[in-house]
């Protein structure tokens, strides 16, 4: 009896001290607060915040030969979902997650913000920095990415030579505009 209520206390310190227990937003994404990126000019030329940013692909680099390989996001693969990104006005940026099926037909509900990973946003010169939010293995990931902005596209990379190709699309500002970032 002692043997079971022992392993029985054990399993509970271990499954209740191993999971994130922050902030969430009402749909259990983190809102904790992390370090925002250095304060910098941004130029709204380049970054349109009305408009969402999809992954399109993703790439690796190798760190030996430096030779990139690419991999599309669009092509029917396994993984079932989306991402987007959307940039707001005071250096904030929402990731949004929506499944494949979803993007069909965009609904305005789909960009509450309460259901975006949250993250932050500067740029110095044509160098754009984000910095998200996220949670795995029980835990909160802060992630840094680095990139460039050319015309409509946003290619970030990561510190572990992988990164993602982002292309602007024009959605109905009815979907994107009154929405204020919880974080």
């Known amino acids: 009896m002692v043997t079971r209520v022992s392993v029985a206390f054990i399993l509970l310190l271990t499954v209740s001290g191993c999971c994130y227990n922050g902030k969430l937003s ?8 992390i370090a925002k990126l250095k304060n910098s000019t941004i130029d709204y030329s380049k970054i349109d915040t009305m408009a969402l940013y999809k992954a399109e692909a ?3 680099i190798n760190s030996l030969t430096k030779e990139y390989t690419y991999y599309e996001k669009d092509v029917n693969n396994s993984y079932p979902y989306v991402s987007y990104l959307k940039f707001y006005q005071d250096g904030k940026l929402g990731v949004f997650i929506i499944p494949k099926t ?10 509450n913000p309460v259901k975006a990973k949250m993250g932050y946003y500067n740029m110095n010169g044509k160098v754009l920095k984000i910095r998200i939010a996220t949670i795995g293995d029980c835990t909160l990931y802060i992630s840094d990415s680095e990139g460039t902005i050319q015309n409509d596209t946003l290619k970030m990379l990561n510190k572990n030579y992988s990164g993602k190709i982002y292309k602007k699309v024009t959605v109905p500002k009815s979907l994107l505009e009154k929405w204020k970032p919880d974080w």
């Open 26 to 33: 009402d749909y259990g994404l983190p809102r904790k607060a």
């Open 58 to 60: 993703g790439f690796n």
């Open 102 to 111: 979803d993007t069909l037909a965009l609904q305005r509900d789909f960009f």
